[in-house]
């Protein structure tokens, strides 16, 4: 059985600051990550995803995210946030044996403070 | 190019009725996914269906839910006898027919289900 972990359910950020977002999974097999984003009222959108090659995957918006499988983590970054930046990123896990089913973390709302 | 549409954006109902939640997948997908989230907590998967055919139904409950993707028409979760504790934000997600695997899900803006 595959896990999310996002351990931090609320991050503040002034606002041109940078921020790390962070994800824990644990899985059994080969792992396919995700991060979404969801902006109020509104379905997720896919912010990026690592499925095979380099471990440092860019986004759009400006994100980044860096799988991990040593420590089995893939943190979002971005080096400077916008006010519109503000909203709930979930991050996701799939075994991606031949379907999208995936598993999400419980999310992260980032505020972004003027 | 329509994205997932779903509706109604908003439901509200007494306990006991039944709730139909609605989704139309992208124009040239035919797997659907229908996932729940709670107040306060991440999103988690009920189903998975493709045209006709119920293929992972391993996060629904046992009883009162059902959904179904029909040959024509949008798929349609079902929740008969509806109780407080169904309420929550119903998202339907729908992905392209089998090819190189993306994993990519195109969700919907979701139903909020009120049960009063």
């Known amino acids: 059985a595959q896990s999310v972990t996002q351990l931090d359910s609320q991050v503040p950020v002034f606002e041109e600051a940078p921020v790390e977002l962070r994800c824990n999974y644990s899985s059994s097999v080969s792992v396919y990550l995700f991060w979404y984003v969801q902006y109020p009222n509104q379905g997720l959108q896919l912010l990026l995803k690592y499925l095979s090659g380099s471990t440092l995957v860019k986004g759009i918006n400006g994100f980044e995210a860096e799988f991990n499988k040593s420590q089995t983590s893939f943190h979002l970054r971005k080096p400077s946030v916008h006010i519109s930046d503000t909203a709930e990123y979930f991050c996701a896990v799939s075994d991606g044996f031949g379907n999208e089913k995936l598993t999400f973390g419980t999310g992260t709302r980032l505020t972004i403070i003027p | 190019n329509a994205g997932v549409m779903q509706n109604p954006r908003h439901l509200v109902r007494r306990r006991g009725q039944e709730a139909r939640l609605r989704c139309s997948p992208m124009?040239?997908?035919?797997?659907v996914y229908w996932y729940r989230q709670l107040p306060e907590e991440g999103l988690k998967f009920m189903v998975y269906?493709?045209?006709?055919?119920?293929?992972?139904e391993s996060g629904m409950p046992k009883e009162r839910f059902s959904a179904e993707f029909p040959k024509e028409g949008p798929s349609i979760l079902r929740i008969q006898q509806v109780v407080r504790g169904d309420s929550a934000a119903y998202f339907c997600a729908s992905s392209p027919p089998s090819g190189p695997y993306t994993g990519e899900l195109f969700f919907g803006e979701g139903s909020r289900l009120t049960v009063l």
């Open positions: 124009k040239g997908h035919s797997h």
């Open positions: 269906l493709q045209k006709e055919n119920i293929i992972d």
